[in-house]
């Protein structure tokens, strides 16, 4: 046995009668797709159901799983506390699983639980499925911070832990769609929102999973999605295998999008290795890139590349260009993998004795320093996009209206806090975004005034 089916379906709250209290009406396909799904895993009688939930434990770059013998929540935060649900956990699955995904360099386990109560997104499609089939295991995890390509990873090791286990299993991956379908919704609208709900489903119904991974992190944030790592965790565990698909239903009535789709094995497709596939690709790009880097992002690529396998900061290369030897200037070092950010860090005004030396320390501070993320390890590095920008002079302005999101940096300052935010990043699209995002940066409330300055930089790719 292994994975016998796999599901992508929605979790609105409302969809259950006791807190739609009528209003899921409006969503009746959503419901008899739905119901159709739980009758196809009443049929199938799994002995163990693995659920992915964006609202489960999440951490930035660990994917949690649910460590004990079993769980239960209700809805009682949507007032109908007198609907519940209650599970057992599959724990050799849950073992063999952590098991498999250490052994695949995965970050990965049952440690740090926060909540262990049940959440709606568990909830909602055990609501349906209990009433089709309860001789079930649980196993349930959540999302994590790391790029599309480690939730496919995830998914290659659910599969492998099926497999070797011989239980027969469904993985359900529980997500809404876009958030911001409707100017009237209750997340408003964006333009990406029914951009993002159109291409998903196409994608989805095709099952068409390699395309999972080459969604934008920008496209997908600002569609407002919720559901795309999971169902790329249950892409990966179709890893190599073809897939009879069937597309039950979409709507989005109240400007949030709910999609259900069923897939069903049918033997092994060595065609549909689609992480390779994808990384293959990536790597071209990749080595095109690189050849392409000038002599700043090199310095600071070398820096990393040496730091990383001694521990040290190496010695200042020969061969740079004049100015970097005799220069001074603040610098900041970005990094980025798979299209997202893997660390940043930069001085606004020059700390060291050259602009050379600069770019090193923070080159150094930004692939272990940066709290936002663990450090880079030696695996990540070829995978690593840097980039490096230089400043020039700050300039005080009086308004907001001298500055200017694609041309400008900006740095706010509240007495002794003082935030800055480089100009023309993906996702800031406005002077507003990026005075909120800079003022987030350095712990100043979103309603305290400022003091604004504005900078240049040069950017080295």
């Known amino acids: 046995m292994g994975i016998s089916a796999g599901f992508m379906v929605p979790h609105p709250p409302l969809i259950i009668p006791d807190v739609g209290r009528g209003e899921e009406k409006k969503i009746q396909k959503t419901i008899d797709a739905y119901q159709r799904a739980a009758e196809t895993i009443g049929r199938l009688q799994p002995e163990t159901i693995v659920l992915l939930s964006p609202h489960q434990t999440m951490y930035a770059d660990y994917f949690h799983i649910s460590p004990g013998q079993g769980a239960r929540g209700d809805f009682g935060q949507f007032r109908a506390g007198q609907v519940s649900v209650e599970v057992s956990y599959d724990t050799e699955f849950v073992r063999v699983l952590c098991e498999t995904a250490a052994e695949s360099g995965l970050q990965a386990g049952t440690l740090g639980e926060r909540e262990k109560k049940l959440e709606h997104g568990t909830m909602v499609p055990l609501y349906f499925v ?17 790029p599309l390509t480690a939730h496919y ?6 599969r492998e832990t099926a497999q070797s286990l011989g239980k027969n299993t469904v993985v359900i991956a529980s997500g809404d769609l876009s958030h911001k379908l409707k100017e009237d919704g209750p997340y408003g609208y964006q333009k990406e929102g029914p951009v993002y709900d159109a291409r998903i489903m196409d994608v989805m119904g095709r099952g068409a999973f390699g395309e999972l991974l080459e969604f934008s992190e920008d496209f997908c944030e600002k569609a407002a999605e919720c559901g795309h790592r999971s169902f790329t965790i249950l892409a990966g565990a179709f890893d190599r295998t073809n897939v009879e698909t069937e597309q039950l239903s979409y709507e989005g009535p109240f400007g949030v999008g709910y999609g259900i789709c069923i897939y069903r094995p049918c ?9 390779e596939q994808y990384e293959e690709k990536e790597r071209i790009k990749i080595l095109a890139r690189r050849e392409r880097e000038d002599a700043y992002v090199r310095l600071a690529r070398y820096t990393i590349e040496s730091f990383i396998e001694t521990g040290k900061l190496p010695e200042m290369p020969q061969g740079l260009p004049e100015e970097l030897y005799h220069n001074r200037a603040g610098a900041f070092v970005s990094l980025k993998e798979d299209g997202r950010l893997r660390g940043c860090i930069g001085t606004i005004q020059a700390v060291r004795g050259t602009l050379a030396e600069e770019i090193m320390y923070n080159a150094v501070s930004a692939c272990s320093e940066d709290p ?11 995978r690593l996009t840097i980039s490096v920008d230089v400043l020039g002079e700050t300039e005080k302005v009086s308004s907001q209206e001298e500055l200017d999101v694609t041309r400008y940096g900006v740095i706010v300052t509240k007495g002794a806090k003082r935030g800055l935010l480089l100009p023309n990043l993906e996702g800031v699209d406005t002077v507003e975004q990026q005075i909120a995002i800079a003022k987030q940066k350095a712990g100043i409330r979103a309603h305290e005034s400022v003091e604004l300055e504005r900078f240049e930089v040069i950017r080295h790719h």
């Open 267 to 275: 033997g092994d497709d060595g065609t549909r290795n689609f992480l």
């Open 130 to 146: 209990n009433q089709r089939w309860t001789e079930y295991r649980l196993v349930r995890i959540g999302m994590s911070g790391l």
């Open 372 to 382: 936002r993320f663990s450090p880079v390890e030696d695996w990540e590095v070829e």
């Open 153 to 158: 990873r995830l998914g290659k090791c659910i």
